[in-house]
């Protein structure tokens, strides 16, 4: 996607304070929420462009490839945009998993009567998902 | 809910420096994602007693049950945390439209092809929800 129409869509975006955006990313297949991230203005740009989604790392203070590490990327199918601004909504298509814990989603503890209940169980053990096998 | 078992949870959440966890709606039947809010210790409680869902409105400094103005109230179908506990994820039961627009979704502007292409069209005039008609 040409530059000039991708600072069209960065002029809506209202970056907070630490210049970051909140992303929701869903599962475009299935319609499951898979994480929340955010972006900076470069790593929205950089999503555009190429179609890979990046986040920025507010504990590592790094823009992010999502999946660089792990492979477990994740593939562009649209974005939206809030009516504040403040928050996009991705679709993607998510090679493998998208949780750090080797699950499907980020969300795989529910509040169930009183107690918590894990939901989603790993799918890869996250030792191989980083390396360390 | 029990006020005990309702602290098993909260303590579960890594609210973030200004005591706000971020949260993602989603619509109960429907499935797809209608607002993403932020609620603190006391929004998260209410929302677990009553089972109608509260927020915390950053722009007002006020606890806010979705809908005490507009009647657009949100009732809890489930809520789920996510492995870094840092956001929440709502199944609602949305009754009329969750954004202020008087649209279904917050989310309805896509960028499709350089364009942000609108996607869903206004439901209920905001005057009439905020009472100015």
């Given at each position: 996607m040409a530059g000039a129409d991708i600072d069209v869509f960065v002029r809506e975006v209202r970056f907070n304070g630490d210049g970051l955006v909140a992303v929701v990313a869903v599962d475009d297949k299935r319609g499951d929420v898979l994480m929340m991230a955010w972006m900076n203005e470069e790593a929205v740009r950089r999503t555009l462009q190429s179609g890979d989604v990046h986040y920025w790392s507010r504990s590592r203070g790094t823009l992010w490839r999502k999946g660089?590490?792990?492979?477990?990327t994740q593939t562009l199918k649209s974005m939206a945009i809030d009516c504040d601004g403040d928050t996009l909504l991705v679709r993607v298509e998510q090679k493998g998993v998208a949780c750090h814990t080797g699950r499907r989603t980020c969300f795989y503890r529910e509040w169930r009567e009183g107690k918590l209940v894990i939901t989603h169980e790993v799918e890869v053990a996250p030792d191989t998902l980083y390396g360390k096998k």
């Amino acid at each position: 996607m040409a530059g000039a129409d991708i600072d069209v869509f960065v002029r809506e975006v209202r970056f907070n304070g630490d210049g970051l955006v909140a992303v929701v990313a869903v599962d475009d297949k299935r319609g499951d929420v898979l994480m929340m991230a955010w972006m900076n203005e470069e790593a929205v740009r950089r999503t555009l462009q190429s179609g890979d989604v990046h986040y920025w790392s507010r504990s590592r203070g790094t823009l992010w490839r999502k999946g660089e590490t792990s492979g477990q990327t994740q593939t562009l199918k649209s974005m939206a945009i809030d009516c504040d601004g403040d928050t996009l909504l991705v679709r993607v298509e998510q090679k493998g998993v998208a949780c750090h814990t080797g699950r499907r989603t980020c969300f795989y503890r529910e509040w169930r009567e009183g107690k918590l209940v894990i939901t989603h169980e790993v799918e890869v053990a996250p030792d191989t998902l980083y390396g360390k096998k």
